[in-house]
């Protein structure tokens, strides 16, 4: 009896928390909301569903599951993911809320009005809207003003959807705050009117208005493909009488965008401009100053060239290493660029005729380094020092998944020179016929990379001791060199 006592004392306190975890999310989502923080406040809606179905898992029938319900569909509905699957659950839970809500209760018309938003989110304009406007002249009258403005702002957006832009207008010119152009740039985005987000942009920029919606929708623009926008918007910016800390973010943003893309050219302009143009109103140890000093390192490094003097190619990544300003070592970026320049040095260095430790600094350059022509450099540098090592096949392969002007060529030489092989099976889209050989070489990567991490303790050990890191250097994040990796 003590111990079933015990157990369902846990079982009610895991119950609570999971309730309060749900509310203080849910708190905490509404306030970013109403400052315009719609982005963030995305993140802790989702995690108040979370929080509110953890509870409804374990509290079915109780007087807890008719809040743990509205708190889970406004978290589903409002997460800001478009979503059919997380709209459905958010309307199971928001209708089973609904049954047993007074039609004049606030809570019940929020749990309508996330329920419209879930249908504007899913492209259902005229439905949502019908949905929102009924809403509008719903007569609850303990409704939050900031619930009701939210009515208002996403009918805008179905309006913008639907294509009807002199109602979007309207509707929010009706909101009569100075924060209209946001409200517009929200229903702009949601709609994906990237001409109308740019337009907007564009008159903030003149206006020198800087809110954290704008790298939002920076970032949103430049994943859409819309790079032009992105940019024109950042370059207006730049131009734009804000202040430097402004200009530095915007400028390691644009930079950050370019480096994804591979445009290193925009990308090495942006780091420039924060370490010269910005640094005389900058602090030498500002976190931007440091962000762009890093950004152009990692650039540097990523334009070497591996070659067949893999202890050459090791003192040239040492030195640029090393060459960096004294405040830029002590952020954490550094160190962990450190580590991977470590682990790549470790790597690339083994004399190993299998080609496991040059095959695993490719991939230690690509995922780590985030330097492309590096990695691809690597594996072609290994298939011509080590031409029959077991590991040079599947070099090729990722190199030509990499290099797009190589590719024909190299999975030609793939297929010629090891036709027999499970990487020239993978190519030609057949079953690996030789899974001896496939485990093999798994074998020998993840062999040879227990040995290369604790090299690498060593050389961050010794490079500490020599003043060159910090104290506690950082490892990376790179991924074990077993399976099928190349991709």
Not at 193 to 205: F, G, I, M
Not at 306 to 312: I, Q
Not at 357 to 368: H, K, N, P, T
Not at 413 to 442: F, I, K, S
């Amino acid at each position: 009896m003590a111990l079933t006592a015990v157990a369902m004392a846990g079982v009610r306190c895991a119950h609570f928390n999971g309730l309060y975890n749900a509310r203080a999310a849910s708190a905490r989502a509404d306030d970013l909301r109403a400052r315009g923080l719609e982005d963030s406040a995305s993140v802790w809606y989702d995690r108040a569903a979370q929080s509110a179905e953890f509870v409804l898992a374990r509290s079915a029938g109780t007087t807890s599951e008719h809040e743990a319900r509205l708190l889970a569909g406004r978290g589903l509905a409002m997460s800001g993911v478009a979503d059919p699957s997380l709209c459905d659950r958010a309307a199971a839970h928001l209708t089973a809320f609904a049954r047993s809500e007074p039609t004049t209760s606030a809570d019940r018309w929020r749990a309508e009005l996330a329920m419209g938003v879930c249908d504007v989110r899913l492209g259902r304009f005229t439905r949502g809207a019908t949905r929102l406007q009924g809403l509008e002249t719903n007569p609850v009258a303990a409704v939050p003003p900031a619930d009701r403005r939210e009515a208002v702002r996403w009918r805008a957006r179905a309006a913008l959807g639907a294509g009807d832009a002199p109602l979007a207008d309207s509707l929010l010119q009706s909101l009569g705050t100075r924060e209209a152009r946001w409200d517009r740039l929200a229903a702009a985005r949601s709609a994906e009117n990237w001409r109308l987000v740019e337009t907007l942009l564009l008159e903030a920029a003149a206006d020198a208005d800087v809110r954290p919606a704008l790298y939002n929708a920076i970032e949103a623009a430049d994943a859409a493909g819309q790079r032009g926008v992105s940019e024109r918007i950042i370059d207006a910016y730049e131009i734009a009488d804000i202040a430097r800390r402004d200009q530095a973010q915007l400028l390691l943003l644009s930079g950050a965008l370019a480096r994804a893309r591979g445009d290193t050219a925009r990308a090495r302009v942006a780091y420039v401009r924060v370490t010269q143009r910005l640094a005389t109103g900058l602090r030498a140890d500002s976190a931007w100053l440091q962000a762009a000093t890093v950004g152009q390192l990692a650039m540097d490094i990523g334009n070497l060239g591996a070659a067949n003097d893999s202890g050459a190619l090791v003192l040239r990544l040492r030195a640029l290493l090393f060459a960096a300003s004294p405040a830029a070592r002590g952020s954490v970026a550094y160190e962990q660029l450190a580590s991977a320049v470590a682990l790549y040095a470790v790597l690339a260095a083994s004399d190993d005729s299998s080609g496991a430790g040059a095959y695993l600094s490719g991939e230690v350059a690509r995922d780590s380094l985030k330097a492309s022509g590096l990695a691809s450099a690597t594996w072609r540098a290994l298939t011509e020092r080590w031409p029959i090592a077991p590991l040079a096949p599947r070099a090729l392969y990722a190199a030509a998944l990499l290099d797009q002007v190589r590719a024909d060529s190299l999975q030609s030489v793939l297929l010629a020179r090891y036709p027999a092989t499970p990487m020239a099976d993978v190519l030609r889209a057949e079953t690996v016929r030789d899974g001896a050989a496939q485990r093999r070489d798994d074998g020998l990567l993840a062999g040879r990379w227990i040995i290369a991490r604790r090299e690498q303790e060593d050389t961050l050990r010794a490079w500490r001791a020599r003043g060159l890191l910090s104290a506690q250097a950082l490892m990376p994040e790179a991924g074990v060199g077993g399976g099928m990796r190349a991709r």
